[in-house]
């Protein structure tokens, strides 16, 4: 299993980690969030003792979050480390292969103030979570929707892993239209500068409607 020897905190109550996976041949990113009750981690890869250590004196972990079916990564090692719930969307379940203990749904926050965004189109049971900051500004943390990793920079989600890429289009256009200090992905380096300017470019180039079927 892929292991990251270090974590690093990007912005106040933000930390990821990332490693190399030589499986999938793509860097894998996870993300931690102190939230109203306790850390939600993200989409973890697994971590050395004392990155593991690092990260837990911050806060008691409240959630542990899979943000599609493809992300079981090291969520097992995390749950038995913390003590943490895992949650994903129904859609993912089954695709898992680890125990999901709760369902993730629109309208039903994580950890007291994180909002579930659905993303239908991209992998099974797609969702991002939308952080508003007490103090100002928006967080949104994606899994496999957009993708931030060197040559191609920002970037949709490749259309031959996409459920349905019209879909996918239409999903992230429903995004809020908020002032975002942070973006992080499940794959790619987190958005700190201009956040807001570099995802609203990207949307805008995106399909305005679904095409018409006959």
């Not at 020897?5 to 106040?12: A, F, L, P, R, Y």
């Not at 996976?21 to 850390?39: C, K, M, P």
Request: some cysteine.
């Amino acid at each position: 299993m892929v292991t990251a020897e270090s974590i690093k905190e990007i912005s106040s109550g933000v930390w990821i980690w990332h490693a190399y996976d030589q499986s999938v041949r793509s860097e894998l990113y996870s993300t931690a969030v102190a939230a109203e009750f306790g850390l939600v981690i993200i989409d973890p890869i697994d971590l050395v003792h004392d990155a593991f250590h690092q990260l837990a004196k911050h806060a008691p972990a409240a959630a542990i979050v899979l943000t599609n079916g493809n992300h079981s990564r090291a969520a097992a090692r995390f749950r038995e480390r913390f003590g943490a719930p895992v949650f994903a969307h129904n859609d993912a379940v089954g695709e898992l292969t680890t125990f999901v203990d709760g369902a993730l749904r629109p309208g039903r926050p994580v950890a007291g103030n994180l909002e579930v965004l659905q993303l239908p189109g991209a992998g099974l049971g797609e969702i991002a979570l939308f952080h508003r900051k007490a103090e100002g500004g928006c967080h949104l943390h994606f899994g496999d929707a957009l993708v931030n990793l060197d040559p191609n920079g920002l970037i949709v989600l490749p259309e031959k892993y996409c459920l349905s890429p019209n879909r996918l289009a239409q999903s992230l256009k429903l995004i809020p239209d908020e002032h975002l200090s942070v973006v992080t992905f499940a794959h790619g380096e987190p958005l700190l500068d201009e956040a807001t300017e570099q995802l609203a470019a990207l949307l805008s180039r995106l399909p305005a409607s679904e095409p018409h079927q006959n």
